[in-house]
């Protein structure tokens, strides 16, 4: 049975960090690529970093280009994401995904994070 387990989220005034992790079990943690997806009330949801297999490559969404650091621990089988100069419009579910090497869709979600910026 494969979980995603997030932590670390919570409540955090505009400007500080805050840094999310992603404990994995039940899968073959260096064989899928790993992402945090955010979805704020409303809005749709977005994929805001992303970490390949092995880590030396990652993506970043340009809202957080900057200023969110991904990566990832095959050892631990866990990711995290440090999350610095936050903002009001951050404020989200913070979710852990992961996909299969190949695989366009993300097979397997946690249950999700909530971050609140407050300004």
């Known amino acids: 049975q494969v979980q995603l387990v997030e932590s670390g989220g919570g409540l955090v005034q505009a400007g500080r960090s805050l840094t999310l992790s992603c404990a994995a079990s039940g899968l073959t943690f260096n064989m899928y690529t790993i992402a945090w997806v955010r979805q704020a009330p409303g809005k749709e949801r977005e994929v805001v970093a992303a970490?390949?297999?092995?880590?030396?490559?990652?993506y970043y969404a340009d809202s957080v280009k900057g200023r969110f650091i991904i990566s990832r621990d095959n050892a631990r089988n866990t990711a995290r994401l440090q999350m610095n100069s936050l903002k009001p419009e951050d404020t989200a579910v913070y979710y852990c995904a992961a996909k299969y090497r190949g695989e366009a869709d993300y097979r397997y979600w946690g249950q999700g994070t909530q971050v609140t910026v407050s300004s």
């Open positions: 970490t390949e297999t092995t880590g030396r490559h990652t």
